[in-house]
């Protein structure tokens, strides 16, 4: 199937305000050469929906707009205890059935789960109610510390600003890398995050570093990229020993130096793919890979497809 176009998100009653917002920016047009959205928020009854924190939200759409959309959102909402509508639970369940993308952001899961459309699945929610979701649905294999969990056709994501997560995945999976790091840029997030829910609870995700000296060096790495790039020679630069750079470097940014390294490289080798003709070789080069087999290596053990395939999949004009 084509990559999605139309989007639209349910927002019942209770709807969160967080939520909302978060996947009306994402999908809200942003410019030149990034794809034209067709977003919308849907309810069971249009007119105005009381958000979570009590702030009244105009919706104008109706239930309808599920049943067009290409990609189909079900957001948090404060009563999710209660199982939304037959006429929801009805409208979800089509949509799924004549073949759209189905994803849910938070306890958003709640609604997919009481739909039917995560039995068998491994699903993820917000890490507070994980074991209320799997209580209610053993037939869900809940992974409560992840960030978003694909299962194809089915995506759920986790908590509040987890939202983010979960939408830049559907976005890199569907429309590129680039597309994603753009719209990332744009909001001045991280393109992709390592690890689970944890992370975030505690811990600055790696391109918002707030240790200054630290900041200095990864701004340096990402324009250094070509080279080797050993932690020796970053903990140098940073002026610590390499224990302490690297005891440092994780509890300022929740990932290790060479994780975070391996990260960058291949999202920027993802770019070049996408956005240019350069050989898999000079690719490989520009992103500190010694030769393109072991660009291929890690490229198909990370993101599933070799780079000519992942190209032929993503090509646009620089």
């Given at each position: 199937m084509p990559p999605f176009v139309t989007v639209a998100a349910h927002a019942p009653p209770g709807v969160g305000m967080l939520g909302a917002a978060i996947v009306s920016e994402v999908f809200d047009a942003r410019g030149q050469g990034l794809p034209p959205f067709d977003f919308a928020l849907c309810t069971e009854r249009p007119g105005t929906v009381r958000t979570d924190v009590g702030l009244p939200l105009l919706v104008e759409h109706g239930l309808d707009r599920l049943a067009s959309a290409d990609l189909v959102i079900a957001l948090p909402w404060a009563d999710f205890r209660t199982p939304p509508g037959p006429a929801v639970l009805d409208a979800l369940a089509r949509a799924h059935a004549r073949g759209a993308l189905v994803a849910a952001h938070c306890v958003g899961a709640f609604a997919l789960a009481a739909a039917g459309l995560l039995d068998g699945l491994r699903a993820?929610?917000?890490?507070?109610?994980?074991?209320?979701?799997?209580?209610?649905?053993?037939?869900?294999?809940?992974?409560?510390?992840?960030?978003?969990?694909?299962?194809?056709?089915?995506?759920?994501?986790?908590?509040?600003?987890?939202?983010?997560?979960?939408?830049?995945?559907?976005?890199?999976?569907?429309?590129?890398?680039?597309?994603?790091?753009?719209?990332?840029?744009?909001?001045?997030?991280?393109?992709?995050?390592?690890?689970?829910?944890?992370?975030?609870?505690?811990?600055?995700?790696?391109e918002d570093c707030r240790d200054e000296r630290l900041a200095d060096v990864l701004a340096w790495a990402r324009t250094h990229l070509h080279e080797p790039l050993p932690v020796g020679e970053l903990a140098r630069r940073a002026l610590m020993s390499r224990r302490s750079f690297a005891r440092r470097f994780t509890a300022a940014t929740g990932t290790t130096p060479h994780a975070w390294l391996l990260g960058l490289r291949l999202s920027r080798a993802e770019e070049l793919l996408e956005t240019t003709d350069l050989p898999v070789e000079e690719v490989a080069r520009q992103v500190g890979y010694g030769s393109a087999a072991v660009l291929r290596a890690q490229f198909t053990r990370r993101r599933g497809v070799p780079p000519r395939t992942y190209r032929r999949s993503f090509t646009r004009t620089p």
């Open positions: 993820t929610t917000h890490w507070r109610f994980a074991g209320l979701l799997a209580g209610r649905h053993p037939e869900i294999s809940v992974e409560a510390d992840a960030l978003y969990v694909d299962e194809g056709r089915v995506v759920t994501g986790a908590g509040a600003a987890a939202g983010f997560d979960l939408c830049l995945h559907l976005l890199r999976r569907e429309h590129g890398a680039a597309t994603a790091n753009a719209i990332a840029r744009d909001l001045v997030l991280p393109s992709h995050r390592e690890g689970g829910q944890a992370q975030y609870l505690a811990t600055p995700a790696p």
